[in-house]
Every structure is written in structure tokens, then in C-alpha cells.
């Protein structure tokens, strides 16, 4: 949809409100100033990802992680924001973890619900895998008689 | 696409498992700081993907650049205000924003870029 990457800007009202909060109550910002700060994130955002990438390249790998993107914090020279950024990602991935687990206890009580109804198929289930193993033995043995 | 902002449903193709936490621009759980992310993670990805040579990014890389761009935006914010406060105006303009990026070693790669 966007022309060029510097086109996907970032909410203003996100922008507006991240800015006034780091200023001193009073203090107040034109609109030309917030639009180009909100440019000026999202040229950040490029950079770093390309930065990013370079690392995750070296490490022949195709997707970008974390790590990719603390180092090219450190590429750009905005080492200060190394440790609030690590701090940042500890707190993300407890949230995600309690995420997950709750979500994991919500799907096991909605299977102890429907257990009862899904037992005889779960039966039928685990005598066509015993079936499979069984082909499976057969063919080794031939194989080893072969040797 | 994000309909609206702040709300965008990404379609989570890669990374290790799990959806993209839905973005939440209200109060923080606790103290200063303590709010995970205000960008929404959406948008930070649809920029992350407009990169060519990115083949995939992992869900924390968002985030983590979600998180970086806040803290840019906030010490750029700082960065001009100062020059704002010596013209003894409580008004950012413009111009505080460039002479910051000029004045700022770490600023440099936003010069010619954002006219």
C-alpha cells in the first residue's frame, strides 16, 4: 500500500503522547516538529532493522531476533538503550510465557471437559499407530536378514 | 492491515510460535517505564517487512524495536527541547529538531531524511 517505508509512520496520537510525557508539563510542540519526529522514528526503525539484518546475516540466519537488534543498538552508537531495552524484553517475555500457559490451562480444561466424548476416538487413533509400528518392525526385520 | 491504530491483527507467519500481543496504549501495570510497548507492534512490522533484504523477524525483534523507537522518540524529544529552552520558548519547533540532529553525533544518520 505505501510507496516508500518512510511513509508507514507511526500513530501520531502514540508519538504525541510519548513525547509529552518525556518533556516538563507545559512544555508543547508544533505539529511540523511531532510530524518529523514521528518520521524520524520511523527512518530509526529502518536503519535498525537493517543493522539488524547484517547481524543476522553473519550468523546465517534468515530471521531477525533480539539479540540481532540489541547489537545494532550498539552499531548505531545508542548503547544507552541496551539495558532498558533488555529489561524491556525480560518483562515481554514473562508476559508471553503467562500468556501461553494461561491459554495451555484454558485448553486443558476444555479438553478434561470433552474428554469423555473424544476417549473412543482417541482409542481408534492409538490402534492405527500400533498398526504403523507394527509395518515398521516387519520391514527392519527384512532388512536385517538382507545384512 | 491495521484498520485503526493501535489495533492492527497481524498474521503472525514466523517466529517461535505465539501471536503478536495485541497492543495496549492505556496506563501502565506499574510505575514509570513499566508499560510494555505504546508503538503498536503491527506497524513496527509492516516497516521491519518494507526491507528487502529481511527475510523474517521474530516477534521479541519487534517488540525490541517497537521499544527502541519509543526511547528514540523520547531522548530526540529531550535533545530538542533543550534547544528550545536556551530560545526561552515552551513551543518545539521545527528547527529545535534539526539543529538537534546536527548537534548529535548519534543523530546523523537522520540528516536529508526527513524533508
Do not use: H, W
Not at chain 1, 547481524?55 to 548505531?76: I, P, W
Not at chain 1, 478434561?112 to 473412543?120: A, N, P, R
Amino acid at each position: 500500500m505505501a510507496e516508500r517505508p518512510e511513509d508507514l509512520n507511526l500513530p501520531n496520537a502514540v508519538i504525541t503522547r510519548i513525547i509529552k510525557e518525556a518533556l516538563p508539563d507545559g512544555v508543547n510542540i508544533s505539529k511540523e516538529a511531532r510530524s518529523a519526529i514521528s518520521r524520524a522514528a520511523s527512518v530509526f526503525v529502518l536503519y535498525a532493522t537493517s543493522c539488524a539484518n547484517n547481524f543476522a546475516m553473519k550468523g546465517k540466519r534468515k530471521t531477525l531476533n533480539a539479540s540481532d537488534v540489541l547489537s545494532a543498538m550498539e552499531e548505531m552508537e545508542f548503547q544507552r538503550f541496551i539495558t532498558p531495552l533488555k529489561e524491556a524484553l525480560e518483562a515481554y517475555r514473562r508476559e508471553q510465557k503467562g500468556k501461553k500457559e494461561a491459554s495451555e490451562q484454558k485448553k486443558k480444561d476444555k479438553d478434561k471437559k470433552t474428554d469423555s466424548e473424544e476417549q473412543d476416538r482417541s482409542r481408534e487413533e492409538e490402534n492405527d499407530e500400533d498398526e504403523e509400528r507394527l509395518e515398521e518392525e516387519e520391514q527392519n526385520e527384512e532388512e536385517e536378514v538382507d545384512n | 492491515m491495521a484498520a485503526a491504530a493501535g489495533s492492527g491483527t497481524p498474521r503472525e507467519e514466523e517466529g517461535p510460535g505465539g501471536e503478536v500481543a495485541a497492543p495496549q496504549p492505556q496506563a501502565p501495570t506499574s510505575g514509570p517505564g513499566a508499560r510494555l510497548s505504546r508503538l503498536p507492534l503491527a506497524r513496527v512490522k509492516a516497516l521491519v517487512k518494507a526491507d528487502p533484504d529481511v527475510t523474517l523477524a521474530g516477534q521479541e525483534a519487534i517488540f525490541v524495536l517497537a521499544r527502541a523507537a519509543e526511547l528514540f522518540v523520547e531522548t530526540i524529544a529531550k535533545d530538542a527541547y533543550c534547544c528550545a529552552q536556551q530560545g526561552k520558548r515552551k513551543t518545539l519547533q521545527r528547527r529545535d529538531l534539526d539543529n538537534a540532529i546536527e548537534a548529535v553525533d548519534e543523530f546523523a544518520f537522520l540528516e536529508g531524511t526527513l524533508d
